[in-house]
């Protein structure tokens, strides 16, 4: 099977999305995987491009990779998907699809003769949560499937986990030196004043492979609200837990939902409520999860102000959480440490 070509000057998150022709990938289902009749139609996706996958029988999802995207990261993402399954068979997680030949990935060649790998794995039932109404049972279901992710994922060890991700909230203060010399930039870096030692603190706290994007937009549940699914281990990549769980609250806190059925505190004490059924905090972590969270939503903002400008065709996903993120940044950042911390103390 022939690999993509390394990634040159340009990263995985430089590079547009593929946008292989429906034909191609009809064709590619059929003599890689089998599937006589498939019916795909597309899904969002930030760096990669996704297709659901009908054949009749199934739902199946079609990931086919950024072609800047080192290979071992797929491997990596396809390793953890192995282990939670292993570990903690009751969570919803997706299987992967084997190729006809027994290989979990295949490639597929787009019009300007770059190679993308690709992988098919099965569809979960349920709907995502973003953009519907969050109430505290969801958000106690959310963060119980944070918890458990990472319990799932502790004793997970891949090399390519210690890659260098924008997505990691680690990296903020470089991330921000991307974003245009604006407004912007600069009341994100007063952000970064303000929570550098809580970044510096994490490298003393419990961490390991973490999934890195448990949020709304990758849970899914039934319309009763029961966990159905937890997809979209793109993010995965070695932190501290509790970067993993700050990822998830502001999620939660920054729901893009219409309108907001509960109060803004009331959701992170319910994520709270979750995790530690699972996995209580410690006290390191509980000091410093408010100002994380602070930090994961300028990072949202500097990830979107870095990349919308570059991918006119995909501003709409790219920017969906902008208004949102920015209305909680501003609540959140006008409490002094000290209230922020007791806000955020499990209880």
């Known amino acids: 099977m022939t690999q993509p070509s390394p990634a040159a000057t340009e990263t995985v998150f430089q590079a547009a999305a593929p946008s292989l022709a429906a034909a191609a990938v009809l064709a590619l289902l059929r003599s890689d995987y089998g599937l006589a009749a498939p019916r795909v139609r597309p899904l969002p996706s930030e760096r990669d491009q996704n297709l659901l996958v009908d054949d009749g029988t199934r739902g199946l999802v079609l990931k086919i990779s950024n072609f800047r995207e080192d290979p071992a990261v797929i491997e990596l993402e396809l390793a953890a998907l192995a282990h939670l399954a292993q570990v903690d068979p009751a969570l919803p997680v997706p299987r992967l699809v084997r190729a006809r030949d027994g290989a979990s990935t295949t ?11 690709v992988r ?3 569809l979960l039932p349920g709907r995502a949560l973003e953009g519907r109404p969050v109430d505290a049972a969801l958000a106690e279901t959310v963060g119980g499937a944070a918890a458990r992710t990472c319990l799932a994922l502790q004793g997970f060890f891949h090399p390519a986990a210690g890659r260098a991700l924008d997505w990691d909230v680690r ?3 470089e991330v921000i030196t ?7 930039r600069s009341t994100l870096q007063g952000v970064v004043d303000r929570v550098t030692p809580a970044l ?10 973490q999934h890195g994007d448990v949020t709304l937009t990758n849970v899914l ?11 979209d281990l793109g993010d995965v990549h070695h932190t501290a837990a509790v970067c993993d769980l700050a990822a998830t609250l502001t999620s939660v806190l920054r729901n893009t939902a219409p309108a907001q059925t509960t109060e803004l505190w009331a959701l992170a004490a319910a994520v709270l409520r979750g995790y530690q059924r699972h996995r209580p905090l410690t006290p390191g972590e509980a000091d410093v999860l408010g100002e994380l ?21 995909n501003t709409d996903y790219i920017t969906q959480y902008d208004d949102s993120t920015a209305r909680v940044l501003e609540v959140m950042s006008a409490l002094d440490p000290a209230d922020l911390r007791a806000r955020f103390r499990p209880v």
């Not at 510096?200 to 492979?209: M, S, V």
């Not at 969270?293 to 065709?313: C, D, F, K, Y």
Request: aromatic letters at 0%; hydrophobic letters at 45%; glycine letters at 14%.
């Open 107 to 117: 490639a597929i060649t787009d019009g300007q003769g770059q190679v993308h790998m």
């Open 120 to 122: 098919l794995i099965t």
């Open 171 to 173: 990296r903020l203060g």
């Open 178 to 184: 991307r974003v245009p010399q604006d407004g912007l």
């Open 200 to 209: 510096l603190a994490t490298a003393a706290l419990p961490g390991g492979a």
């Open 221 to 231: 549940t039934d319309d009763t609200g029961r966990l159905t699914g937890i997809v």
């Open 293 to 313: 969270v602070i930090a994961r939503l300028a990072l949202t903002l500097a990830v979107s102000a870095t990349r919308a400008p570059a991918h006119p065709g």
